[in-house]
């Protein structure tokens, strides 16, 4: 199990001044939230890695009108 650890808390002005460090924190598993007046406004965490894109991976999930390109009846003013 892993290790619990409380999150770390920053101002906006402290924050700025460390980001590097707070970079370097978050990517280490630290729970970094920044704060102001004392309200945590975000979270800074690490991006999820994302595997290559695949052509195709979408198929079947788009679906176009027959009538796509044609152009509406109330339309034919404007062009």
């Known amino acids: 199990?892993?290790?619990?650890?409380?999150?770390?808390y920053y101002n906006v002005a402290r924050a700025k001044a460390h980001f590097s460090e707070l970079v370097r924190e978050a990517l280490l598993g630290e729970e970094?939230?920044?704060?102001?007046?004392?309200?945590?406004?975000?979270?800074?965490?690490?991006?999820?890695?994302r595997g290559p894109r695949t052509p195709g991976s979408a198929k079947?999930?788009?679906?176009?009108?027959?009538?796509?390109?044609?152009?509406?009846?109330?339309?034919h003013d404007y062009v």
């Open 60 to 75: 079947g999930q788009v679906h176009m009108a027959p009538d796509f390109d044609e152009t509406p009846a109330d339309f």
């Open 1 to 8: 199990m892993g290790k619990l650890r409380s999150a770390q």
């Open 32 to 49: 970094v939230i920044i704060a102001k007046d004392n309200k945590p406004l975000l979270k800074l965490v690490p991006l999820e890695p």
